[in-house]
């Protein structure tokens, strides 16, 4: 069973950084992709930022130039977070997939098997 857990949220005023780090106990043959995804109040869960299983880099549209997704070893996924806004609010969740997934699927909600519980950012104004 692959664990996934996230740490490093917290409050920042608008404008601050906060880093995300998220450990998952994959299986690195497999190549899984690993993304954030996020979950404002009332919202749907949404990816934010992903590396697929070549290792290419995808963003949302809406955070690409402020957020950055990195890893060390694949099961080390960060999401550096500068330039919040009081719109990034949300819950943060860090997923793996069960296998390869390349491009733009890995963007997407269903592509994920694995999930952490979450870590809260809170983004005053």
């Known amino acids: 069973q692959v664990h996934v857990v996230e740490s490093g949220g917290g409050s920042v005023q608008s404008g601050g950084s906060l880093r995300l780090s998220c450990g998952a106990s994959?299986?690195?043959?497999?190549?899984?992709?690993m993304g954030w995804f996020r979950q404002g109040a009332g919202q749907g869960r949404e990816g934010v930022a992903a590396?697929?299983?070549?290792?290419?880099t995808l963003y949302a549209d809406s955070v690409k130039g402020r957020f950055t997704i990195s890893q060390d070893n694949i099961k080390n996924t960060y999401l550096q977070m500068n330039s919040l806004k009081p719109e990034d609010t949300a819950m943060y969740y860090c997923?793996?997939?069960?296998?390869?997934?390349?491009?733009?699927?890995?963007?997407?909600?269903?592509?994920?098997?694995?999930w952490g519980q979450g870590t809260q950012v809170t983004v005053s104004s």
């Open positions: 590396i697929d299983s070549d290792g290419k």
């Open positions: 994959v299986d690195t043959y497999r190549r899984p992709c």
């Open positions: 997923a793996a997939s069960a296998y390869y997934c390349s491009d733009w699927y890995a963007l997407r909600r269903s592509t994920y098997t694995h």
